[in-house]
């Protein structure tokens, strides 16, 4: 797809926007825009929240166009905080908060709401600048204006208002603007529509992957096998050579499910590599044992050696992300797990490593399990029992290895098909990202594109945009 460009351009005096159509106004944000601010009710009010007043925060700010909040406070609440009333159109954007690390968020609101304190709101006056207009700009600027407006030294990520407020804005006329929202509302439309295709088919691809596993580690490779009653409700019938065993039974020794030590064991780490690596949910969940930076004395490492893992051992996390299940590999440095971790030492005479992962990583064997014991309660975490306890369907080795094999290509399958789905969604990002960014800076001229609305069209040479 190509447009035209525009036939002059100014410079616009800031080395991140460069040129500028010449017939556009460059105006500071704070000549074109009052803003306003939040505030939070206090909680230990209770007639300050549960009300009809939309409260807006940064975990709001998911779409483009706000109608609701999470949250909502009474006009008590209200009256009581800093927050204030924002008219409906205004342009919200957060100003504090992790996100912005990497990502700007900004949205129209389409109701009156109130706002915390992370938050701000633009309103524009005099006829200048459409909120919308402003919303694809720091869309399609968002990297750039996170670095000019970042607040400098500040411990927690923030946009400095200084910063914001006397930023140049490039300001074609308001019938320009009209078309340019048009035209960015039609064509990024179509773009988040494929972008919805793309996840809803690596979704359709992971919910086939677990299919795949569930079926395998249940009911095996042979459909014409003789089958029998597990005896257990949620798993049926199993293959009649198959055991049904606890995991307790399939380790090597009586500390063959071992959790890590408490903290209070693990006071005082030193700061420089040691040798000796602590262990734990990051290394697991990632399968990255070499990330990470604490480290244990030598001597310690000797007096928690019951903790130590050994090539070949699983860890398995016990809270947060439940049952993150990794093998601890060859290559890695010697160290213990910490608490948040659970070391398990398969006996690989009656079980392979490798099967145990692909039960409990990948079947949801231990979050069906314990959901179940628990009868439906939140879960926070799981114990040694917990994990001794959980029953796994053993076939004999050659029928692990068997089912090991044939899940390899399907999974790898499986897995590259989801890489290409997102790498397809990159692109579109990218794809949406550049032609917001060129449209609001004048990059292109796309009047042409929405001729209902556009007006004083000028002809000129074409430009393509990647």
């Known amino acids: 797809m190509s447009f035209p460009r525009y036939p002059e351009y100014n410079d616009s005096g800031v080395e991140w926007l460069g040129d500028v159509p010449s017939h556009w106004a460059l105006e500071k944000i704070k000549y074109v825009a009052s803003f306003m601010g939040g505030g939070t009710p206090s909680r230990e009010e209770p007639t300050f929240w549960n009300g009809d007043v939309p409260w807006v925060s940064p975990k709001d700010m998911k779409t483009e166009r706000i109608t609701f909040s999470e949250e909502c406070i009474t006009q008590e609440g209200l009256s009581s905080s800093a927050a204030g009333m924002v008219p409906s159109g205004a342009a919200l954007l957060v100003v504090r908060s992790g996100i912005l690390k990497h990502t700007l968020p900004v949205a129209i609101n389409a109701v009156q709401v109130a706002l915390n304190q992370d938050m701000k709101a633009l309103i ?51 019938a320009e603007q009209t078309a340019i929202i048009a035209f960015l509302e039609r064509e990024t439309a179509k773009i988040d529509a494929l972008v919805a295709e793309q996840e809803k088919l690596i979704e359709l691809l992971k919910e086939k992957r677990q299919a795949v596993i569930s079926h395998a580690v249940t009911k095996g490779l042979n459909p014409d096998a003789p089958m029998k009653d597990s005896g257990i409700e949620w798993l049926g ?17 009586s500390d063959g499910i071992q959790m890590g030590p408490f903290g209070g064991m693990l006071t005082e780490l030193p700061a420089s590599d040691t040798g000796y690596r602590l262990y734990g949910q990051e290394n697991t969940i990632s399968g990255d044992f070499n990330r990470g930076s604490r ?32 093998i601890f590999p060859s290559d890695a440095r010697p160290g213990i797990a910490d608490s948040d971790t659970i070391r398990i030492r398969p006996d690989n005479e009656i079980v392979l490593s490798n099967y145990i992962v692909l039960i409990l990583a990948e079947a949801e064997y231990i979050k069906t399990q314990t959901e179940l ?26 029928s692990q290895e068997e089912i ?17 789905g997102e790498a397809g969604i990159r692109l579109l990002r990218e794809r949406r990202s550049a032609l917001i960014s060129a449209a609001v800076t004048g990059k292109i001229d ?15 040479p074409e430009k393509e945009v990647a």
């Open 124 to 174: 524009f006056r005099g006829g200048k600048c459409r909120s919308e207009f402003f919303m694809r700009w720091v869309q399609g600027l968002n990297d750039r204006l996170l670095l000019a407006w970042a607040k400098q030294g500040a411990t927690v990520e923030s946009i400095e208002h200084e910063y914001l407020a006397n930023a140049r804005l490039p300001l074609p006329t308001m």
């Open 237 to 253: 019938e199993v293959p009649e050579h198959w055991e049904v065993k606890r995991l307790k039974y399939l380790v090597r020794s």
């Open 295 to 326: 480290w244990i004395e030598p001597e310690r490492f000797a007096e928690l050696e019951r903790y130590a893992l050994n090539s070949g051992d699983l860890v398995i996390t016990r809270k947060g992300s439940l049952g993150s299940c990794r």
């Open 373 to 398: 014991s628990k009868r439906g309660s939140i879960i926070s975490g799981i114990n040694t029992e917990v994990v001794a306890n959980l029953t796994l369907l053993l076939p004999p080795l050659s």
């Open 404 to 420: 090991l094999e044939r899940l390899g290509f399907e999974l790898a399958r499986i897995a590259s098909l989801v890489d290409e």
């Open 446 to 460: 796309v009047r042409a594109a929405v001729p209902e609305v556009a007006s004083n069209k000028v002809e000129a």
